[in-house]
């Protein structure tokens, strides 16, 4: 299509030839001829004299380049926008393989997919438009709302319910046992069977090979538009609040609550039965032991508010030398207090 037409479409007002024909999109590195690219942050602004991209979606500030570009405050959004003109996700037809295997009372939406040896078992619901991929289980009373797609050797385990147009990535195991061990007297632990439920609500997405668990009472509960990414690790009990982001290897142990739009970057580990307030954000291998407020922006182990771990994290790395200039500065004490004749451990 031509940059005008997709100018249009995205809602961006156009600077050079509106006329140049789009067919593609690619990282601006890599860009060519006919494909669109976008910048956003100055890092990037020395790539605008080399790449060969048709146009270029670029934010307010970043200086205008010698070929077309579309403006607007919200470059990665708009590109992202412009992606989905150019590539749809293949999705199977309707129908059920004649390997899956349904149980009794099954009820089946509109135009729902079930792929080859997938397992639904009693009393399961799946709402119109559901892809369920090959080699998934889902366990007995699960209930699953439209257009949710499911990949390839997922488990939903009894006691689940998933809202709409959720994404649940290879792997994910959703609804298994929390981890529920009393100890007794003994010295050996005794199960705690994990009675709750786990729901889910709409646009959730979870990433491979993630894990949410069931609790022995009440629910774990994750709220609409919640985004989780590969190998997240959530306890049962846990709380997650509308629109959060939980990134690779993100850990909350069981109880914890999460607020709305927080964003706990790789590895960040969340302590039980904490709570951590509405828009944190905690960096990269955060360690959070104890209530966060709402707001804050944390890093390190144990938490310390970013620009506090900063300035230590500074200091850490002068270490060796601080230590070196204590160790001078003694001996030269010691040096003036022998010269004055102070005793340097006097008597009680």
């Given at each position: 299509m031509?940059?005008?037409e ?6 961006c007002?156009v600077e050079g030839?509106?006329?140049?024909e789009i ?14 690219s976008?910048?956003?942050?100055e890092k990037?602004y020395p ?13 307010p500030?970043v200086p205008?380049p010698d070929i077309?570009?579309?403006r ?23 129908g059920?393989h004649?390997?899956a ?7 089946l939406g ?5 792929g080859?040896h997938?397992v639904v078992?009693?009393?399961?619901v ?11 289980t889902?366990?007995?009373g ?8 499911i990949?390839a ?6 006691r ?11 792997g994910a195991v959703i609804?298994a046992e929390?981890?529920?061990f009393?100890?007794?007297a003994d ?6 069977q ?10 959730v997405e979870v ?34 609040g ?9 850990g909350?142990?069981?109880?914890a609550?999460?607020g709305?739009n ?5 590895q960040v ?6 709570n951590?307030?509405?828009r944190?954000?905690?960096?990269a ?8 407020e709402?707001g804050m ?8 508010p970013?620009a ?21 500065l ?15 451990h006097?008597?009680p």
């Amino acid at each position: 299509m031509k940059l005008a037409e997709l100018a249009a479409y995205l809602g961006c007002p156009v600077e050079g030839n509106a006329e140049v024909e789009i067919h593609g999109v690619a990282p601006l590195q890599q860009a060519g001829p006919g494909e669109l690219s976008f910048v956003e942050g100055e890092k990037f602004y020395p790539l605008l004299k080399v790449t060969r991209a048709e146009a270029l979606i670029l934010g307010p500030k970043v200086p205008t380049p010698d070929i077309p570009c579309l403006r607007t405050e919200h470059p990665r959004l708009i590109f992202a926008r412009a992606l989905e003109l150019f590539y749809r996700p293949v999705h199977p037809a309707p129908g059920i393989h004649p390997t899956a295997i349904l149980g009794n009372n099954v009820r089946l939406g509109q135009d729902v997919h079930l792929g080859a040896h997938v397992v639904v078992a009693d009393d399961v619901v799946l709402g119109d438009g559901v892809i369920v991929y090959p080699n998934c289980t889902l366990y007995q009373g699960v209930r699953v709302g439209a257009h949710t797609v499911i990949h390839a050797n997922c488990a939903i385990q009894e006691r689940t319910e998933i809202g709409s147009d959720c994404v649940f990535q290879s792997g994910a195991v959703i609804g298994a046992e929390g981890f529920g061990f009393v100890p007794t007297a003994d010295g050996s632990w005794y199960k705690m069977q994990q009675s709750g439920h786990v729901v889910l609500g709409d646009r959730v997405e979870v990433g491979a090979n993630t894990t949410i668990d069931r609790p022995a009472i009440g629910e774990t509960r994750i709220s609409n538009g919640v985004k989780i990414d590969n190998q997240v690790m959530i306890g049962h009990g846990v709380q997650v609040g509308e629109n959060s982001l939980l990134v690779s290897q993100v850990g909350l142990a069981g109880g914890a609550k999460i607020g709305r739009n927080v964003i706990l970057a790789g590895q960040v580990g969340v302590a039980d039965h904490i709570n951590v307030g509405d828009r944190v954000i905690a960096s990269a291998k955060t360690g959070i032991p104890g209530d966060v407020e709402a707001g804050m922006v944390i890093s390190g182990y144990p938490a310390l508010p970013n620009a506090v771990w900063r300035r230590a994290s500074a200091i850490y790395r002068r270490l060796p030398e601080l230590y070196q200039t204590i160790r001078t500065l003694q001996r030269q004490v010691a040096d003036l207090q022998s010269r004055l004749g102070t005793d340097t451990h006097p008597d009680p």
